[in-house]
């Protein structure tokens, strides 16, 4: 934790305007005020880096993303290995079909109100899914999860937990 916690004071630090993004400029000052050694015209290149869904800004989940080291062996195994338990008919992606297997969604406020239905409540469980990975790629979300988009979710979770155990019991 003291890792996630020393970025989080980082990320405050570079934040001059409490937006809880980072601008162009703010970025900029963060580069000289701690001698990163990137010269000035370079500095809109590794920020459109930083800035994962191209928004101008960079938020602390796309920073983390980009100072966290990628999952190790052993969680990306854990990560494939409860894909393979979702994806009940060994298609190759988990759609609707998969999770509803697998997710109640019962007793979802919504759905206990009347105002969802349990399929809609699934699709959007799905899309949480394929977001990230299709703000990266430009594809649009299509209800089937692949592999990739499953382990883009959890590396995402992934560079928010340093526990290996605590990380574990977030897959199980």
């Not at 937006?19 to 900029?28: A, G, N, R």
């Not at 990306?76 to 298609?91: G, Y």
């Not at 007793?107 to 899914?129: A, M």
Request: glycine share 6%; net charge negative.
């Amino acid at each position: 934790a003291k890792g996630l916690i020393g970025l989080q004071r980082l990320f405050k630090i570079m934040d001059d305007d409490g937006s809880q993004t980072l601008s162009l400029p703010e970025f900029s000052k963060a580069c000289r005020d701690f001698r990163i050694g990137i010269s000035d015209e370079n500095v809109p290149i590794l920020f459109s880096r930083f800035d994962v869904n191209n928004d101008g800004t960079i938020s602390y989940d796309e920073f983390l993303m980009a100072v966290k080291d990628p999952m190790d062996q052993r969680r990306v195994a854990l990560v494939q290995r409860a894909f393979r338990a979702i994806d009940t008919d060994r298609s190759g992606y988990l759609d609707i079909e998969d999770i509803r297997g697998t997710y109640n969604a019962k007793k979802h406020p919504d759905v206990l109100q009347g105002k969802r239905t349990e399929d809609s409540v699934l699709c959007e469980f799905l899309e949480t899914f394929e977001a990230h990975h299709n703000l990266k790629t430009g594809e649009r979300a299509d209800g089937r999860v692949t592999m990739d988009e499953f382990l883009e979710y959890y590396s995402n979770i992934s560079s928010s937990i340093d526990n290996d155990e605590y990380f574990e019991l977030v897959i199980n």
